[in-house]
């Protein structure tokens, strides 16, 4: 099983929609949590973190599901500008090492069409 | 505002040619990563830094090496170029807060291709 495992996608959406993309994780000790953007093969850039209680920005709602170990993200009223893919990232924190590893969903390719 | 730079931004090898990757972070990170991404593939990690002198391997380690001299340098090393490293690679960086490991912070990438 992958450590991060996302929707497979891709989603096709026009605009205005609401859409959503689950993610899964296999390890329970995972302590942070993550949704990056990335466009057409630049960097991954941040989106949002998020937190045990949830967390919103403007049209972006994150949730996190510890006890089902997934990570959701939620976007309203799409824009054109939201097609991309759309990266879950989970670190581990290692203890001893102090060292978090990033691991990365495959993504999930987001095209939002008129 | 520099970040996290990596230079150089395209390359074209040879098979059995060698190079460095060089990432420079200006942000005093503890943790630096190397990774690759394939079409279908996701960001997959070659090898990390947690700190100045250290270093280990990912989940694709083979036929790289790294060494992180510096605590805002890492470099990626390839020794003997295959096909199969064709890829963009990223850099990345991030710090640990309170106990959780925070956001990374990534370079531009750098497109290599293998001949």
């Known amino acids: 099983r992958k450590e991060v495992e996302q929707d497979p996608g891709p989603f096709n959406v026009p605009e205005g929609a609401t859409v959503a993309f689950n993610c899964t994780y296999s390890?329970?000790?995972?302590?942070?949590f993550f949704w990056y953007r990335q466009d057409c093969r630049k960097e991954p850039k941040l989106l949002m973190s998020?937190?045990?209680s949830g967390n919103e920005d403007g049209r972006f709602t994150a949730q996190l599901n510890r006890a089902s170990q997934y990570i959701s993200l939620l976007i309203r009223d799409s824009k054109l500008s939201d097609s991309a893919t759309y990266l879950c990232?989970?670190?581990?924190?290692?203890?001893?090492?102090?060292?978090?590893?990033?691991?990365f969903g495959q993504g999930t390719i987001l095209t939002v069409h008129p | 505002n520099a970040g996290v730079t990596q230079t150089p931004k395209f390359r074209v090898l040879k098979t059995g040619q060698s190079m460095t990757l060089l990432c420079a972070q200006d942000m005093n990170h503890e943790y630096m990563y190397w990774y690759r991404q394939d079409p279908g593939m996701g960001l997959r990690l070659i090898h990390y830094?947690?700190?100045?002198?250290?270093?280990a391997k990912g989940e694709v380690p083979d036929g790289y090496n790294v060494s992180r001299l510096k605590k805002q340098n890492f470099l990626l090393g390839l020794e003997s170029a295959a096909p199969s490293q064709t890829s963009v690679y990223f850099c990345?960086?991030?710090?640990?807060?309170?106990?959780?490991?925070?956001?990374?912070?990534f370079g531009q990438g750098t497109r290599l291709t293998v001949v």
């Open positions: 390890n329970s000790a995972s302590q942070s």
């Open positions: 990232v989970v670190a581990f924190y290692a203890g001893g090492t102090s060292y978090g590893k990033l691991t």
């Open positions: 830094s947690v700190g100045e002198g250290t270093t």
């Open positions: 998020v937190y045990s």
């Open positions: 990345a960086s991030s710090f640990l807060s309170t106990g959780l490991t925070t956001e990374a912070f």
